[in-house]
């Protein structure tokens, strides 16, 4: 079974960077499609950015463009999100997902997920 464990989160300040990992084990890594969520107190579950399975398609949020990019290593079973210019509004549990082949940006269609890793940027 597909197993995701997340990293690298933390405290950051207005303007600072950081960067997510997520280690997947238990399948073949490259088969699969990644995705990075959020989800911040009182709202839903909202897409962040995903990396496509076979090549090197990327998809992000509006709300991060240019400012986060989503890679991975194949080699290393690894999927990151590298956060730059971050923002107050930025703040949230992410969670990073799995699912077979092609990406998508909708969670309903991940079946596999971390357990989250808390980011708070500050003022």
């Known amino acids: 079974q597909v197993q995701l464990v997340e990293s690298g989160g933390g405290l950051v300040q207005a303007g600072g960077s950081l960067r997510l990992s997520c280690a997947f084990s238990g399948r073949t890594f490259s088969r699969y499609s990644m995705g990075w969520f959020r989800q911040a107190p009182g709202t839903e579950r909202e897409f962040v950015a995903a990396i496509n399975w076979n090549d090197p398609n990327t998809y992000s949020a509006s709300s991060v463009k240019g400012r986060f990019t989503i890679s991975r290593d194949n080699a290393k079973n690894t999927v990151y999100l590298q956060m730059n210019s971050m923002k107050p509004e930025d703040t949230a549990v992410y969670y990073c997902?799995?699912?077979?082949?092609?990406?998508?940006?909708?969670?309903?269609?991940?079946?596999?997920w971390g357990q989250g890793t808390q980011v708070t940027v500050t003022s």
């Open positions: 997902a799995a699912r077979l082949y092609g990406a998508t940006l909708n969670s309903r269609d991940y079946p596999y």
